[in-house]
């Protein structure tokens, strides 16, 4: 997959994508990001990207000549693809979750824009973005942030990117349900015990009973995605049957 990225911070991208996992998986050609700097194709002598909004107000906005410029020189760089989405990274964009990861994961090409200052011209989300996409109901300094927080969530999916496939497959959300609670040695802490079924060996019940925490969990902490998630009648009427008071 590539990812180009639009912005007039290249600079914000170079630690998040340097390190752990997002490195790797750019290291083994999995996936390669590259960032433009909007600014290169500013107007005039002075580079100019923003400009005073037609019928006043506070802010600049972001012009429309770099932004449709940029995109139109990216989509005939090698590896283009016409059909790639272009998405506005925005608060007023449909809010980002693990699904929509998975969706632009299957894509070969993606092409992000980060708005910045008070907004960007209408014409850019009317003519040339295909996507727009918020990241939650919060509004940032400008897209930068929100593109990182995508495509950390994209690569992920792509195949290769995990150590196992099972660990994406597992995660909170990919399965409708937030993730069971996870140990690790030593078996007992300051007098804090693991789930002695986790010691058992018997895998069979392990994996009950991880199915069960991942359902108790998700309906005490997050009863809106419980209403969604796919469950069998029997497994609803453990959330009833268990006098459950706290997270775990
Ligand atoms: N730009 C500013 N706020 C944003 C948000 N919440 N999501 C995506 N892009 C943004």
Not at 7 to 34: C, H, Y
Request: charged share 25%.
């Amino acid at each position: 997959m590539r990812i180009d990225i639009l912005t007039l911070f290249p600079n914000m991208f170079t630690g998040p994508f340097d390190e752990s996992i997002i490195k790797r998986a750019i290291d083994n050609n999995i996936v390669s990001i590259v960032t433009h700097n909007l600014r290169d194709w500013g107007l005039g002598k002075h580079k100019m990207v923003d400009d005073y909004p037609f019928g006043g107000g506070a802010g600049m906005v972001m012009k429309t000549e770099p932004i449709f410029e940029a995109v139109e020189a990216i989509k005939t760089q090698e590896g283009s693809d016409s059909s790639a989405p272009v998405i506005l990274l925005t608060p007023q964009g449909r809010v980002f979750n693990q699904n929509i990861a998975a969706e632009l994961a299957k894509f070969d090409r993606l092409i992000l824009i980060c708005g910045h200052y008070e907004g960007i011209d209408e014409r850019i989300r009317e003519h040339l973005a295909t996507d727009e996409i918020s990241i939650g109901d919060y509004v940032l300094t400008g897209g930068e942030l929100a593109a990182m927080v995508l495509v950390d969530a994209v690569v992920r999916h792509l195949p290769g990117v995990l150590g196992s496939e099972e660990s994406a497959e597992e995660d909170s959300h990919t399965t409708g349900l937030l993730e069971y609670p996870q140990y690790t040695r030593p078996p007992a802490y300051r007098g804090w015990e693991v789930p002695q079924v986790l010691l058992s060996g018997n895998h069979a019940q392990i994996a009950r009973w991880r199915r069960e925490q991942s359902i108790l969990r998700t309906f005490l902490r997050r009863p809106d995605l419980f209403e969604k998630a796919n469950l069998s009648a029997e497994e609803r009427k453990l959330v009833a049957n268990k006098a459950v008071t706290r997270f775990d």
